[in-house]
């Protein structure tokens, strides 16, 4: 018992460590050429949740990135006078049906599901922060951590919300 305890102990440092020394680190979305986009605009001042855009993320898990036909819906609508539309309407005419890449940013081997976290009442900008911190890194928020989830999981993070502790254990999020 004692020899499979001390094995069990020393996977799990085992785990820690590798995500330490293998942790990816967040890349940035490649925007074509210069298409516009200001999060705050479409979020804080015209009244959009993220899941107009970026859907799959209420109950699947990615939040996919919208494809040109996506932004030509609201932007062929009179919306504004606003002198930055011709601009955009060039650029979104010019571009590919889809034309944002996403890069991973968590490891391979970690599994995380958006609307698992959209079901237990976590917000968007719980771990991608304010639309004017997701306007300066495209991915917002801090960088994710193993401990960040941890923390998340334990009912560290967010104690006054009411949210019910979620797995700690390693075939939660790793395969």
């Known amino acids: 018992m004692k020899y499979l305890m001390a094995g069990l102990l ?25 298409i516009p986009f200001d999060h705050a605009l479409h979020g804080d001042s015209i009244g959009l949740d993220c899941s107009h855009c970026h859907t799959g993320v209420t109950y699947q898990a990615h ?4 494809s040109k ?6 932007h062929r609508l009179p919306l504004t006078e606003n ?6 309407d060039s650029a979104l005419n010019r571009a590919e049906e889809f034309p944002w890449v996403h890069k991973r940013v968590l490891p391979e081997h970690v ?5 698992l976290h959209f079901a237990a009442g976590v917000q968007c900008s719980d771990c991608h922060g304010s639309t004017e911190k997701i306007q ?11 401990q960040s989830c941890l923390d998340c999981h334990s009912g ?3 104690e006054g919300r009411g949210f019910k502790k979620a797995a700690i254990h390693c075939g939660a999020c790793h395969r």
Do not use: W
């Not at 036909?69 to 609201?74: A, P």
């Open 10 to 34: 020393a996977l799990l440092c085992g785990f820690f460590l590798a995500d330490f020394l293998f942790r990816q680190q967040a890349s940035e979305v490649k925007t074509p050429g210069n």
């Open 69 to 74: 036909t996506d932004c030509m819906d609201c």
């Open 111 to 115: 599994v995380f599901h958006h609307g």
């Open 136 to 146: 300066k890194n495209r991915y917002g928020g801090e960088r994710f951590t193993m």
């Open 63 to 66: 939040a996919y990135l919208p």
């Open 156 to 158: 560290k993070t967010f």
């Open 83 to 88: 002198p930055g539309i011709e601009k955009l």
